[in-house]
């Protein structure tokens, strides 16, 4: 005789096998949790991959030729064979792309501070190494105010330029850029700094966190990154959480208003978790046209 809770009568006549728990177990939910498993995986497994994206500007005839910008943000390299093998990769890559001129979001350690002391010099060697592909100007992220307070002397002493809280105007044989640094909005080091009355390029502005490009008041192309996107980005849902006080216009990608254009970059590293999900680490390579 059946159990009540292995069959189901159909009209008047006939039976039809109703699976236990265990068949149920075993022909759903074991398959659905492999698939849960070999997608974790997945992305523990690819988190140091990235990809260059590449995006175009009109400057609206402000340059003769085109001028190519290298932007690299929120590296977070942590004490390990196999970030400095990834960092490697990315200076090749960058050297590659054979931009005019190279740009760093900051946030260039993933280590609390006593462990950042271990292998700065090591870090900053290899930051160094930008120098040689082409011009290369860098501000302060949040990660680099936590650590240590000799950041900004420590890169210069590389060669490479911290634009923070000045500007400098760039000139090429395709025309000039204006580039200004501000300082990060995330550590309370966002102060409003105008454009030189003499500038007579191309505006772009360099932050770490984009609070700093809804709050300031100029024009002109800016770039940021710190919220790396969200690094966690769910379908219908989108990012649960990122780190800053910026409106979601500011958060991610490209956006513009009356006269502002800006791009937040995903940057290259992960934080708290080394896991991205929906999202790709990323050098952004940008031409302005």
Known sequence: MKRANEISRIGTSGFVRVPSPRQLLTVVIVPVLLLMLWLVYDVIANSDDFEVKTTEFNTQGALNTPIKIAFLSDLHIRNSTSQFEKLELIINTVQ???????????????????????????????????????????VLGNHEWWTANDWRRAISDE??????GRQKTLRFDQGVICLRGLGDAYTGHFTPQPFEPGCRG????????????????????????HTHCGQIRLPLIGAPWAPTSASEEYQCGIGSNANKVWLVSAGLGTSIIDVRLGTTATIEFITLK
């Open 96 to 138: 590659e792309l054979r931009p005019d001129v190279i740009l760093l979001g900051g946030d260039f350690t993933g280590e609390d501070a006593a462990t950042t002391r271990m292998f700065r010099t090591e870090l900053l060697s290899d930051l160094g190494r930008f120098t040689g592909v082409a011009p290369t100007y860098a």
């Open 202 to 225: 191309v505006r772009i502005t360099l932050t770490h966190d984009p609070e700093a490009i809804e709050r300031d008041d100029q024009s002109g192309l800016y770039l940021a990154g």
């Open 159 to 164: 060669g490479i330029q911290v634009i923070e």
